[in-house]
C-alpha cells in the first residue's frame, strides 16, 4: 500500500503528493506531481518523480526499483491509451 500527503491541489490543473515509497527502509519518501495540460483536443496528464529523499539506503533502493519498473509503468500507460482510443470510437 501506498502512502500519498497532499501538499497541494489544484483542482483539474495539477496535485502534488508526498509519497511514502514502498521500501524495507523506513522515512523513504517522493515527492509527485501531477499535472493536467490542455492539449489541442483534450487535455495530457504529466506525472513527475522527484528523487527519493530519506535514509541513504532508502534512497538507492528506491531509485533502482523505479529504474525497473519504468518499462512496466509505460505498457500500463500504452494499454489505457489504446482503451481510451478503442472508446473514443465507440462514441457517436
Same mark, same amino acid.
Given at each position: 500500500?501506498? *502512502?500519498? *500527503?497532499?501538499?497541494?491541489?489544484?483542482?483539474?490543473?495539477?496535485?502534488?503528493?508526498?509519497?511514502?515509497?514502498?521500501?524495507?527502509?523506513? +522515512?523513504? !519518501? =517522493?515527492?509527485?506531481?501531477?499535472?493536467?495540460?490542455?492539449?489541442? +483536443? %483534450? =487535455?495530457?496528464?504529466?506525472?513527475?518523480?522527484?528523487?527519493? *529523499? %530519506?535514509?541513504?539506503? %532508502?534512497?538507492?533502493?528506491?531509485?533502482? =526499483?523505479?529504474?525497473?519498473?519504468?518499462?512496466?509503468?509505460?505498457?500500463?500507460?500504452?494499454? !489505457?491509451? *489504446?482503451?481510451?482510443?478503442?472508446?473514443? =470510437?465507440?462514441?457517436?
Amino acid at each position: 500500500m501506498l *502512502t500519498h *500527503t497532499i501538499l497541494e491541489w489544484q483542482p483539474f490543473e495539477y496535485i502534488i503528493t508526498r509519497d511514502l515509497i514502498p521500501v524495507p527502509i523506513p +522515512n523513504t !519518501f =517522493a515527492l509527485l506531481e501531477y499535472r493536467l495540460v490542455p492539449i489541442e +483536443n %483534450g =487535455a495530457r496528464l504529466i506525472q513527475t518523480f522527484s528523487r527519493a *529523499t %530519506g535514509p541513504f539506503l %532508502g534512497r538507492i533502493l528506491s531509485d533502482r =526499483a523505479i529504474r525497473r519498473m519504468e518499462k512496466r509503468w509505460q505498457m500500463s500507460i500504452d494499454s !489505457f491509451k *489504446t482503451q481510451i482510443e478503442k472508446d473514443l =470510437a465507440m462514441q457517436p
